[in-house]
């Protein structure tokens, strides 16, 4: 594939390339997701949403890493803009969507399905380069969290993410105190940054060294 290819499938995964993007993904986003996934802070009861999960490989994870008992009193919902990835992740995870602690449905994050102050949680990992515009798609964020609720975005940073070729179709890039600023003026309070620096090289660009951005906020009750 081609730069302009690439950045094509990461935005959309589709057509016969989609489940192997797919696998790419689970794979160059693991530390990234593990990282968020942490700083979910899972409860008991908690209703999780994931925007933009791909094939949904962690999610096994994700339920499992809760302490000891919590896991049966969590349900997971991930929406992605691909049906072949929700199809996939359906798939991977036939057994928790089947127990009906999980759930896979297409869509947008800036058109989200779900009632107003639905979950307690919500992550997202290396999609919000495809919010556009930006604020429609933090508003519905916003809808759908419950005042005290956590959000939970993984990213790179523009320094980082600017150096890798494909970034120059369609990708809208960010420093962690942009991204921080536009919550709050959504009503989201930052309450931590994380900012991981010389991860190792990015995957096919040698001699550019990963960071990752894990940005935790909460909704205020105002």
Known sequence: MNEQEIAAQLAHPHGERAAEVGEKLAVSNQTMIRGAMDALALA?????????????????E?????????APRIHYTGVDISEDMVQEAQRINASWVA???????AGSSDRLPFADQQFTKILSV?????????????????????PGGRLVLGFGSRD??????????GF??????????QL???????????HRKNLGEA?????????????????SNQ
């Open 44 to 60: 008991p009861g908690d209703r999780v949403l994931e925007i933009g999960m791909a094939a949904g490989r962690h999610v096994d």
């Open 62 to 70: 994700l339920l499992r890493s809760a302490p000891r008992g919590y």
């Open 99 to 105: 127990a009906g602690q999980a759930k896979f449905i």
């Open 126 to 146: 290396n999609t919000l380069y495809f919010w556009n515009p930006l604020t429609a798609h933090l508003r519905e964020i916003v809808r759908v969290l419950q």
């Open 160 to 169: 980082f993410m600017q150096q890798l070729p494909f970034t120059q179709h």
């Open 172 to 181: 809208n890039l960010y420093q962690p105190e942009e991204m921080a600023t």
């Open 184 to 194: 709050q003026h959504h009503g989201l309070e930052v309450v931590d940054v994380q």
């Open 203 to 219: 995957e096919g660009y040698p001699g550019i060294q990963k960071d990752q951005i894990i940005l935790t906020a909460i909704h």
